[in-house]
């Protein structure tokens, strides 16, 4: 998300962000004032509204759009998506004055599917799912996020302890970045300076005792001991792998589709704004 704020032309658009954290509705409504820098101390609904309006409204003769991000939307309730469908009904001389954009895990299609939110879908101009990744790809995640914030190599993971990731983790990003950072900690704290499936498993047990069965895909769904080649006394490092040409070649393909979903993202967002420019210059002549 922030890559796509930062790619935005703020002469163009005016952008904000939330993320939610179980907002009822009118918590949102107060959520998405302050993003917009806008007062919201008021405890009256419709003065927050006319605020918001107000705002919405004097960024027209600027030539700019207003562009809600809503970021783990999934824990919105049907009442808070309601209040983001009423925002869409402001309007001047027939443009709309927001747009918003909903970000969330898969359960969110869950709640855009609800019967009470008929309306909200006929609004939506598009939508995208983005699917797991697979073992490669989570593979090539772990070791990228480990090199970016400057591991140099220990702990070292056994080449067992990714598939034990992926297998727990599903390859949803949110889900690896749990176990990760769990088998970190656990890993800094016992000392360990190796970390192998077990490790992993161990871990997954716990979060998922803690956190519900739904957090975690399977603890145990590393390679099973008796399928795994002889083990070997000398462990490979993180650094030391390297993922086959095919699996490179796969995980820039993912990267790739990312890029063009971004960029036409913001593409899209340019458009329908050139586009209100052009039927408001229309309607002027």
């Known amino acids: 998300m922030r890559s796509l704020l930062k790619r935005l032309d703020p ?14 509705a009118e918590d949102l409504l107060r959520a998405v004032a302050g993003a917009f820098g806008v007062p919201a101390r008021t405890t009256d609904k419709a003065q927050l509204l006319a ?6 409204v004097s960024l027209v003769p600027e030539r700019k759009r207003a562009l809600l991000v809503v970021d783990e939307a999934q824990n919105l309730t049907a009442r808070a998506v309601e209040e983001l469908r009423m925002l869409s009904n402001f309007q001047l001389d027939n443009r709309a004055l927001l747009q918003s954009f ?6 969110l299609r869950q709640v855009l599917h609800s019967g009470q939110l008929q309306q909200l879908r006929q609004r939506v101009i598009a939508s995208y799912h983005l699917g797991p990744m697979d073992s490669a790809e989570t593979h090539a995640y772990v ?11 220990d702990p070292a993971f ?20 749990l176990v990760c950072n769990r088998v970190m900690l656990a890993g800094y704290l016992a000392e360990k ?27 145990m769904a590393a390679v099973a001991p008796a399928a795994r080649p002889a083990p070997t006394n000398l462990p490979v490092p993180i650094g030391q792998m390297r993922a086959t040409e095919t699996d490179f070649t796969k995980l820039e393909e993912r990267v790739t589709r990312l890029e063009r979903l971004l ?3 913001v593409s899209l967002v340019h458009t329908l704004i050139e586009r209100e420019n052009q039927n408001k210059s229309s309607r002027k002549g």
Not at 11 to 24: G, P, R, Y
């Open 263 to 265: 960029h036409s993202t």
């Open 11 to 24: 002469s163009k658009v005016v952008a904000a962000q939330v993320v939610t954290t179980q907002l009822d």
């Open 193 to 219: 300076h190796q970390i192998g499936a077990a490790d992993v498993r161990s871990v997954a047990n716990e979060i998922q005792k803690e956190l519900g069965p739904e957090t975690i895909i399977n603890p």
């Open 102 to 107: 909903l970000v969330g895990q898969p359960e």
């Open 51 to 56: 605020n918001l309006e107000a705002f919405f």
């Open 143 to 153: 070791e990228h996020r480990l090199k970016h914030v400057g591991w140099k190599g």
């Open 158 to 177: 056994d080449a067992d302890a990714f598939e034990a990731i992926f297998g727990a983790s599903g390859g949803i990003p949110r889900r690896v970045n």
